[in-house]
């Protein structure tokens, strides 16, 4: 997400627009950005599913709502940098995962104790 993207769905997902809304409820907590620039950058979070888009009955504008929580969002985003990762560096970075998550070598963890007073 840009910072105008994150910007505005810490606004939807904090509350301060309201659900459903259309880009006229975000202009009023922005009113320094350009209706179309607003316009453009919903579409733009309703094309990677971040916001759910909806057409209006009987108008021409969409309405919004946010397709899921900041925590759904997090993860649905970091499960795709790692299958980017993944598909781009393979056994390797299977490799880097496992050695963080182990943390640092025994030999390195028992280094820090005794530095830290800690036999």
């Known amino acids: 997400m840009g910072p105008l993207e994150g910007r505005i769905m810490t606004a939807i997902w904090s509350g301060s627009v309201r659900q ?10 922005t009113p320094e950005l350009a209706y179309t620039t607003l316009m453009t950058t919903l579409n733009r979070l309703a094309e990677k599913g971040i916001l759910i888009q909806q057409r209006v ?3 021409r504008a969409y309405e919004y709502r946010a397709a899921g929580s900041p925590s759904e969002y997090l993860a649905a985003a ?18 880097a995962f496992e050695e963080k998550l182990e943390g ?15 036999d």
Not at 78 to 95: C, I, R
């Open 20 to 29: 459903p809304f259309v880009v006229r409820n975000v202009q009023r907590l």
């Open 57 to 59: 009955p009987g108008q």
């Open 78 to 95: 970091s499960n795709e940098q790692v299958t980017k990762m993944l598909e781009q560096f393979g056994d390797a970075a299977l490799a």
């Open 104 to 118: 640092p070598p025994a030999d390195q963890r028992e280094r820090q104790r005794r530095a830290a007073g800690r």
